[in-house]
C-alpha cells in the first residue's frame, strides 16, 4: 500500500531528510521518499497497516522534526493560501515596539518610569516573535529533538532576559523570526522555479473522432491521434504539425524567450503555447513519455538524491548542535571558578556562544544552492538528476560525445546509389524493407528517400546486428544492409567508400551501396569550443567509418576521435579515460541512441539528449539535456560551477565568520548584537548568495 501526504509549510531541506530517514525506519513503514518541491512524503506499507495507523504515524515523525508543518493525505489538504501576511504583520509589529523602546531608552533622561516603560515594551516586542519558538522549541522537547535552533534561540533569550539584557533578547527573537522568513520565502522562490514546470502541463485535449472533435483528457489519447491547438492554449502532446502554422512560446520549457515559428512537419512538444495559429497534430508519444512530463517527473525526484557536501553538512549539524550546547555550559559555569569574574559575565558569555553557534546558515544555505542550482537548470530545459550530479559536472575533465543524433542533427539524406547489377531503385527498396523496422537516423533516411509503402508480408527473419547493420530475408532473397564490417564478417568484397555509406549484400553478393549525408548541429562548434576553452578535453566517438569521422570533427575542431566504434568499444574508451584523470577528476559521456545506454552508464556523468534520444538512454542518464542541443552542455557546466562556486562560499563565511565572533564573544569583546549578526545575519547573506543562481 502506497499513501502521499502534503507537508504543508515544510521549508526545511535539512528536517525534510530527517523525516524521511525517520519514516523510512519505522516498522509500519517499508520504504519512504520526500519530494520536497512538492512537500510531499511518500510511504509504503504493508497492506495489513490501515491507514489511520500510518497517518498517524506519519504526523507523530513530522511534529518531532517540524512541530509547526500540517500533514495532510494528498488531496484532502484546504485550499487556505494566506501567504506571509502573518509573518509580515507580526515581524512588522514586533519591530515597532522594538523601535519604540530603543528610541525612549537612548533619547529620553532615564527615570524609573522611563525604565519600567521600556522594558514592557521590549518583553512585548519578545513575545510577539518568541511565543512561537517557544511553543515550537517546547513541542520539539517533548518530542526528544532536544537540540534545534528554536531550542538554542529560547534558551539564549531567556538567559539574556534573566540578565536584564531585555534589547538583546528581544533582538535575538526579533531577528531570527526575520531569518526564518527570509528562509521560507527563498526556499518557495527556488521551489517556484522547478514547480512552475507543473503549470505547463496541458488538463484537455480535443481529439479527432468520426463524429468531430472532442475535449478529453490527455492521458486518453493513443499514439497516431490528430488533436486540434486553438490560438492560446497548451500543446497537450508531443507531435507533428499535420495542418497549420503558428508561433509557439517555449519559454517554460526551454528558457527561450522569443516565439518559435512552426508549420506543417514540424515537431512540437507537449507544454509548449500556441500563439498565433489554429493547427491540428498527430501525436508520437503518449503523454505520460511526452516531454513535459518527463521534465516534470524528472526534476521533481532532482532533490532526493544529494551530494557529498550535504551530507556532510546533514551529519556535521547533527553532531555541532549539541557540542556547542555542552560548550556553552562550560563557558558559562567553568572560568569563573578560575579567574574571579562573576558569573553573570560568564553566563553572558555562554549565551552569546549559543547564539552565535546555531548552524542555520549552513542547514539552509547549502541545500538552498543546490535546490536553486537545480531549478536554474530546468528553466533551460536541462533536468539534472541529483545535487549530486550537479555538483559532479563542474569536476569533468573528459566529455565523450557520441556523434550522429549528439554533435550532428542526425537528420541524414540519401545523396547517391551506386548500384551493382542493379538499378537504383531496385537497391534502394531493398534497403529501406531491411531498415523497415529501425528508428535509426539512418534507416529513416533510407525509408524517407525510397518513398513508398512498405508491405511487411515480403520480410521475414529481420535482426539487427549491433554496431554493425541488419540481416533479413526479403522475398526469399537474403539481405545484409550495413557497414563494411558486417560485409567483412560475411566474407563479401566491396570497395572502401569516404563517408557515411550503407553497403548491400544479396544472397552472399555485394549488391551496392548507399551514402548519406549528416551535418553538425547549429551550436555544435560553439559548444566544443566552450568547453576546450574551460580546460575540457572534448573526444568523438563514433560507429561510422574514419573518412567520415574526421571530417565531421574537423568541422567542429575536434582533435580525439575514436571512428568504427561498436558499443562495446565505447565503453571501453570510457572506462580507459576514467583509470587516466585523478579521483577528483569525472569522465562524461553524452549520447542518444539505444546503444549508447551501456556507455552512459559506465560514464561517471551520463547525459542524454531527451528530446530525440532514446528512451533506454534517458533512463539511464543522470543529466538529460531537452532539446538536443549541444550548447545546454556548456550551460549545464556553467550553472554547475556557479552553484559549487556559491555553496563553497556560504560554507566559508558562515563557518568563518562564526568563528571570528565565536572567539570574540569568549574572550568577552563580541556582544549580543554580534552574536545575532553572526547567526541571523550570515543566514540571510547566504540565502541571498544562494538565490543569485536564479537571477537570469
Not at 531 to 554: E, F, H, I, Y
Amino acid at each position: 500500500m502506497k499513501k502521499r501526504y502534503i507537508l504543508d509549510g515544510l521549508d526545511c531541506a535539512n528536517c525534510a531528510e530527517k523525516i524521511r530517514s525517520e519514516a523510512e525506519k519505522h516498522k509500519l513503514i517499508t520504504t519512504a521518499t520526500m519530494n520536497f518541491v512538492k512537500q510531499e512524503l511518500i510511504v509504503e506499507a504493508d497492506d495489513k497497516v490501515s491507514s489511520a495507523d500510518i497517518l498517524k504515524t506519519v504526523c507523530e515523525i513530522v511534529k518531532k522534526h517540524e512541530p509547526d508543518v500540517n500533514v495532510f493525505e494528498k488531496g484532502n489538504k484546504p485550499q487556505n493560501k494566506t501567504g506571509y501576511k502573518g509573518e509580515i504583520i507580526k515581524i512588522i509589529s514586533s519591530a515597532l515596539l522594538f523601535i519604540t523602546a530603543f528610541t525612549l531608552e537612548h533619547t529620553l533622561a532615564d527615570s524609573s518610569v522611563i525604565s519600567t516603560a521600556v522594558i514592557i515594551l521590549y518583553i512585548l516586542s519578545y513575545l510577539i516573535c518568541g511565543i512561537a519558538v517557544a511553543v515550537t522549541a517546547f513541542k520539539g522537547i517533548i518530542n526528544k529533538s532536544f537540540f534545534n535552533e528554536n531550542t538554542l534561540m529560547l534558551i539564549a533569550s531567556i538567559g539574556a532576559i534573566i540578565l536584564d539584557e531585555y534589547e538583546e533578547a528581544a533582538a535575538v527573537m526579533l531577528f531570527y523570526t526575520v531569518g526564518e522568513l527570509f528562509q521560507s520565502i527563498a526556499v518557495n522562490k527556488s521551489r517556484k522555479s522547478i514547480s512552475s514546470l507543473i503549470e505547463t502541463k496541458p488538463e484537455t485535449a480535443e481529439l479527432l473522432t468520426d463524429s468531430g472533435y472532442i475535449t478529453v483528457a490527455p492521458e486518453e489519447v493513443e499514439i497516431g491521434s490528430i488533436i486540434r491547438v486553438k490560438p492560446g492554449e497548451k500543446v497537450p502532446l508531443d507531435g507533428i504539425i499535420e495542418s497549420g502554422s503558428t508561433s509557439v512560446d517555449t519559454s517554460a520549457l526551454t528558457g527561450e524567450s522569443l516565439p518559435r515559428d512552426v508549420g506543417e512537419g514540424d515537431e512540437i512538444s507537449a507544454g509548449s503555447i500556441n500563439i498565433s495559429g489554429l493547427i491540428t497534430i498527430r501525436t508520437t508519444r503518449r503523454f505520460e513519455d511526452s516531454t513535459v512530463c518527463k521534465m516534470l517527473e524528472l526534476v521533481e525526484s532532482a532533490v532526493e538524491k544529494k551530494t557529498k557536501t550535504e551530507n556532510f553538512i546533514s551529519v556535521f549539524a547533527k553532531y555541532y548542535t549539541p557540542i556547542v550546547v555542552l560548550a556553552a555550559v562550560v563557558i558559562s559555569l567553568i572560568p569563573p571558578l578560575f579567574t574571579g569574574f562573576d558569573f553573570a559575565t560568564w553566563v553572558q558569555r555562554g549565551l552569546i556562544f549559543l547564539v552565535i553557534s546555531c548552524p542555520c546558515a549552513l542547514v539552509i544555505s547549502v541545500p538552498l544552492g543546490y535546490f536553486a542550482g537545480i531549478g536554474k537548470a530546468s528553466s533551460k530545459g536541462i533536468l539534472v538528476k541529483g545535487s549530486n550530479y550537479l555538483e559532479a559536472i563542474a569536476k569533468t575533465k573528459v566529455v565523450l560525445f557520441d556523434k550522429t543524433g549528439t554533435l550532428t542533427k542526425g537528420r541524414f539524406e540519401v545523396t547517391s546509389i551506386d548500384p551493382v547489377g542493379m538499378s537504383k531503385e531496385e537497391l534502394l527498396k531493398y534497403a529501406a524493407y531491411a531498415e523497415s523496422s529501425s528508428n535509426h537516423p539512418i534507416a529513416v533516411s533510407v525509408r524517407n528517400a525510397y518513398g513508398e509503402a512498405i508491405d511487411e508480408s515480403q520480410i521475414s527473419g529481420c535482426s539487427e546486428i549491433a554496431g554493425k547493420g541488419i540481416k533479413a530475408v526479403i522475398s526469399g532473397v537474403a539481405v545484409l544492409c550495413g557497414n563494411r564490417k558486417l560485409m567483412a564478417e560475411n566474407n563479401i568484397d566491396c570497395p572502401d567508400v569516404n563517408g557515411t555509406v550503407l553497403y548491400i549484400a544479396l544472397d552472399g553478393k555485394f549488391a551496392g551501396s548507399i551514402e548519406i549525408a549528416d551535418t553538425p548541429k547549429e551550436h555544435s562548434a560553439e559548444a566544443v569550443k566552450m568547453l576546450k576553452n574551460s580546460g575540457v578535453k572534448v573526444v568523438m566517438l563514433t560507429g561510422d567509418n574514419n573518412s567520415a569521422a574526421q571530417k565531421t570533427a574537423k568541422e567542429l575542431g575536434i582533435n580525439d576521435v575514436f571512428s568504427g566504434l561498436l558499443p562495446e568499444d565505447k565503453s571501453e574508451i570510457t572506462l580507459r579515460e576514467k583509470s587516466k584523470i585523478s579521483d577528483k577528476g569525472k569522465v562524461m559521456f553524452v549520447g542518444d541512441g539505444i546503444n549508447d545506454a551501456p556507455v552512459i552508464a559506465s560514464a561517471d556523468i551520463g547525459v542524454a539528449m531527451g528530446g530525440a534520444g532514446a528512451d533506454s538512454a534517458i533512463e539511464t542518464a543522470d543529466c538529460v539535456l531537452m532539446y538536443d542541443d549541444p550548447m545546454q552542455l556548456a550551460d549545464a557546466f556553467t550553472i554547475s560551477k556557479k552553484t559549487n562556486r556559491i555553496v563553497k562560499q556560504n560554507i566559508v563565511f558562515a563557518l568563518g565568520v562564526k568563528l571570528i565572533v565565536q572567539v570574540l564573544g569568549v574572550l568577552g569583546i563580541a556582544s549580543m548584537w554580534a552574536a545575532v549578526f553572526a547567526d541571523v545575519g550570515v543566514s540571510i547573506i547566504a540565502i541571498f548568495n544562494s538565490l543569485r543562481l536564479m537571477r537570469k
